[in-house]
């Protein structure tokens, strides 16, 4: 049987697991979309360049149609990790409730069982009730 302070220390170990998927995918939502937003910028100016803006005709870059692809591409990846990003922080906060709710019973003293202390009285004086 495992030991009290192991299975608390695997606890944690879990918990800051959770925190850091969590920092995790923030990271890389907050990534995909700022490079999203620097290819913006991109086929913005290379549509300025070529003076062609729009993507159907024929002389548009290709240059600014594959930029738009992967722009594309990288928001339905953000908006992927975001569904992702609900649903582990909603495991994080369970997880943490749980565990304070374990530390929270583990923390109340214990009484043997079947004793009571009688309200006003000191603990010499409790009295066993059956």
């Known amino acids: 049987m495992k030991s009290p ?3 608390s220390r695997a606890l ?3 918990a800051d697991e959770k925190v ?3 920092s995790d995918l923030e990271q890389m939502i907050r990534e995909f979309e700022q ?6 910028r991109q ?3 290379e549509e300025e360049r070529t003076g062609v803006r729009d993507p159907a005709h024929y002389n548009y870059s290709t240059f600014a149609r594959s930029a738009a692809q992967r722009r594309d591409n990288l928001r ?3 908006a992927g990790l975001k569904s992702r990003l609900g649903d582990a922080v909603r495991e994080r906060d369970e997880f943490l409730e749980q565990m304070e709710r374990l530390s929270s019973v583990e923390e109340r003293p214990t009484s043997s069982p079947g004793r009571r202390m009688v309200r006003g009285a000191t603990s010499s004086q409790s009295t066993q009730l059956r």
Do not use: G, H, N, P
């Open 5 to 7: 302070d192991l299975a």
């Open 35 to 40: 490079v999203a937003i620097d290819l913006d």
């Open 76 to 78: 339905a990846s953000a």
């Open 12 to 14: 944690r170990f879990e």
């Open 20 to 22: 850091r998927k969590v």
């Open 43 to 45: 086929i913005q100016a």
